[in-house]
């Protein structure tokens, strides 16, 4: 009863002792702090006033009254959780006596205990009970040591009390809770920061405000159903990744969980971290086989690149047109083959190497400058004539035709050459006829052989590619000579013969009625004609010889 007097006294607490019958009423009063009254029968504190008292029957030993008294000048609320890293419902116990904050010693301390101050400070259940100063360490008073509850109590001043103002306890013992409703929102690092390069060593750290011994880490992407855990004994957790791969491309989250007594607390996910998994390729090397190739020649590009990243895609495109091929490689190169180089095929060429990830694409910078040259060298085309009654003409040469015939020029050329179209070119005669070709050639025909078709014929070969004419050389000519028919030029020399005897005759005639009466010159004539032959004959002719 002498300690428990002096404690009171250091505490400005004063206790009188009143006599009503067979029990005895103790009077606690304390001038520096408001305390709540104690009902002896279930030792609770029911309100606050600036007295306290209570009855007990004689039997009952006075030190009990004188402890219930101590823990009554730690009014309702007057707690706090402090330090280090702490948080409203996580940090080192601190009470407040006499407006002096004090700390807790951490002989005894428990879960239990811890249970009491996260009920009373409406935090919810207790995680963890922390000693040795977890939450940096406390000043001033250590005003509690040995504090032992059951885990049902509504205060910390409801249990029981080993030491008060002890100062056998250091502030390096100084004790804190961790409640579940400190399971606030982690934070996620990554080391290093920003791009990650392929390959590289890759460390995630999750981090908790406040110490959990004994949870769970886990991290996850925010993508997939990709999930990594990590049992940790302090406030952080580190996964590490050896090799970076383009798998591991993406948003990350982590969060933390804490099992008590078959309870699990789980946090909230921390904010997301984004990982950019970036590749530096090596520039390409670009190569053809020929710069320089014909209409119609096959032409190939090689393109490599060092690297060791292979099952990637390579580019090839020509950087003035909209012409551009990919090829996939499991090695670190490729050929591209244009089986037919065409007019549309010219001009600077590039490759570039691109390897897929799982939410975007890595490619590599442009490789050198490559030209590619397309010649268009149309062959002389072929020119032949067929007429009636002439061989077939296949130039150059002369030929003759009998007027009236018809006659054909054909015009032909190689079967490799571009499709276009024929020209047929006739100088005698200053004219141009032009066909499409079918099959690699066209035909020009004259259906009457005519004075004015007499000269010399050639044919020329016109393509157009991209919007470009390319015309061949001229053939060789075939001249053309129209000569007449030798039956008709017969016919009409004998026509011309027969004419000429009947003008004769008529003369003869003529001459002969001047010399003889005129009575006398009766004569019928008549004539027949056959191939030259004439009969003539005469009546009423006087017998006399033609002078």
């Known amino acids: 009863m002498g300690v428990a007097k002096v404690l009171l006294l250091q505490l400005c607490c004063e206790v009188k002792r009143e006599h009503t019958g067979t029990t005895a009423r103790l009077l606690c009063w304390c001038r520096l702090a408001k305390f709540p009254r104690v009902d002896m029968r279930t030792k609770r504190l029911m309100t606050q006033s600036r007295t306290f008292s209570a009855m007990f029957s004689r039997r009952q030993r006075n030190a009990q009254f004188l402890v219930l008294c101590l823990l009554s000048s730690f009014a309702s609320g007057q707690i706090r959780l402090t330090g ?57 008073k250590i005003w509690l040591d040995g504090v032992e509850c059951s885990g049902k109590e509504s205060s910390l001043t409801h249990c029981r009390l080993g030491h008060f103002g002890t100062q056998s306890c250091t502030h390096g013992e100084d004790a804190g809770v961790v409640c579940s409703e400190s399971l606030v929102k982690p934070n996620i690092s990554m080391d290093p920061a920003g791009e990650v390069t392929l390959g590289q060593e890759l460390r995630i750290t999750c981090s908790t405000e406040a110490e959990l011994l004994g949870e769970t880490f886990f991290l996850q992407r925010s993508s997939d159903s990709f999930r990594q855990t990590q049992k940790s004994s302090s406030r952080t957790a580190t996964f590490t990744i050896s090799k970076v791969n383009f798998f591991h491309d993406g948003p990350y989250q982590c969060q933390y969980e804490k099992t008590v007594s078959d309870q699990t607390f789980t946090s909230p996910l921390s904010e997301p ?150 020209f047929l070119i006739f100088s005698g005669y200053d004219m141009t006829n032009s066909s499409l070709a079918v099959n690699y050639s066209a035909s020009f025909t004259f259906p009457v052989a005519d004075f004015k078709h007499q000269g010399s014929y050639s044919c020329v070969y016109e393509v157009t590619l991209s919007a470009h004419s390319v015309t061949s050389a001229k053939s060789a000519p075939i001249t053309v000579v129209v000569k007449q028919s030798l039956l008709l030029l017969i016919s009409a020399v004998i026509g011309g013969i027969l004419l000429l005897f009947l003008f004769v005759l008529f003369l003869i005639c003529l001459v002969r009625r001047r010399k003889l009466p005129g009575n006398l010159c009766q004569n019928q004539m008549s004539i027949r004609g056959n191939g030259g032959d004439s009969e003539v004959e005469y009546d009423h002719l006087p017998e006399e010889r033609f002078l």
């Not at 116990?93 to 904050?101: R, T």
């Not at 807790?104 to 009491?116: H, P, Q, S, T």
């Not at 600077?348 to 397309?374: A, E, I, M, W």
């Open 273 to 422: 971290l984004s990982i950019s998994v970036t590749v530096n390729f090596s520039k390409p090397r670009l190569s053809v086989s020929s710069a320089d190739v014909s209409w119609g020649q096959e032409v190939g590009f090689t393109c490599s690149i060092p690297t060791q990243i292979f099952g990637g895609t390579f580019i090839l495109m020509n950087t003035q047109t909209s012409f551009q091929k990919t090829q996939t490689s499991s090695t670190n190169f490729t050929n591209f083959v244009i089986s037919k180089a065409d007019i549309d095929h010219e001009g600077p060429y590039q490759c570039q190497y691109q390897k897929r990830g799982p939410h975007r694409d890595f490619t590599s910078s442009p490789s050198n400058s490559v030209r590619l040259s397309v010649n268009v060298s149309l062959q002389v085309p072929n020119t032949s004539l067929t007429s009636p009654g002439v061989e077939v003409i296949q130039g150059p040469g002369r030929v003759e035709i009998t007027r009236g015939h018809n006659f054909t020029f054909t015009c032909s050329i190689n079967s490799k050459s571009p499709h276009g179209r024929f």
């Open 84 to 140: 280090s890293g702490s948080t409203r419902c996580s940090g080192r116990v601190e009470i407040l006596h006499n407006d002096v904050w004090g700390t807790v010693c951490d002989y005894r301390w428990d879960l239990n205990n811890a249970k009491v101050v996260c009920k009373e400070l409406a935090c919810g259940t207790a995680l963890h009970a922390t000693k040795s100063a977890l939450f940096g360490e406390g000043s001033g």
